[in-house]
């Protein structure tokens, strides 16, 4: 069974651009988390998808977005960005069958703001 | 609110070393934790869970208990590898109602020497 697939895997932007990054999760899979992981503040959650619907969402501000198709596939996109948006930033998906379950990792993407 | 406390690291070892990477936890509920680990370059492959007090996770020679009584997940290795190098995060799922979310520790990394 393939694994979460992320893309694109490396990027670089300038500050005020826009982003937007793709995951797409293991096949079965309901349900995709983002997260953001830099040096400074370590692994930090962005926001969780299920069924098309935002369940959860981390401290970030508004300028971090996200969406879930109805393949389970998501994107997220970061509006206007500053250069404290440089990390990684993984994607992990679950079968959800309850709470709690084991989520997956992709390799993520690594987005550089300069 | 719910958080992990790692040991800080590096953790320096000679090959066939015993290994040990201290994990504690503070959470209102019941959460099932987990240990991941991210060698350079690469996403987190979950290296082993445990859902309920007692229980132990194991993989690949590393091992981990549930102790609620000390509210403990430390990660155990009997002989080290060089190949064992990588960064070792320490995990718990938020067990607020219907929720994958994952809460992290700040990450130990483990240098491993011939």
């Known amino acids: 069974k393939a694994g979460v697939t992320q893309t694109p895997r490396y990027l670089i932007k300038t500050r005020g651009q826009q982003v937007t990054l793709s995951c797409s999760p293991i096949s079965g899979h309901r349900s995709v988390s983002w997260y953001q992981q830099t040096p400074g503040q370590g692994l930090q959650f962005l926001f969780e998808y299920f069924s098309e619907t935002q369940r959860n969402k981390g401290n970030f501000p508004g300028r971090f977005s996200g969406r879930q198709f109805s393949n389970s596939r998501s994107e997220m996109n970061v509006s206007t960005l500053e250069l404290g948006d440089s990390a990684l930033y993984l994607c992990?998906?679950?079968?959800?069958?309850?709470?709690?379950?084991?989520?997956?990792f992709g390799p993520g993407t690594r987005l550089l703001v300069l | 609110g719910n958080s992990v406390t790692q040991m800080e690291g590096p953790v320096t070892l000679s090959e066939e070393a015993f290994l040990t990477i201290n994990c504690t936890y503070t959470a209102t509920g019941y959460p099932s934790l987990f240990w991941y680990v991210q060698y350079p370059g690469e996403g987190l492959q979950l290296l082993l869970k445990a859902t309920k007090a007692d229980d132990k996770g194991s993989n690949k020679g590393f091992e981990a208990t549930y102790r609620k009584e000390t509210t403990s997940f430390h990660l155990e290795k009997g002989s080290v590898q060089v190949s064992d190098s990588a960064v070792y995060f320490c995990a718990l799922s938020d067990p607020s109602y219907n929720t994958d979310k994952l809460i992290f520790g700040t990450g130990t990394r483990l240098q491993v020497f011939p």
């Open positions: 992990a998906s679950s079968v959800t069958r309850e709470a709690q379950e084991t989520q997956y």
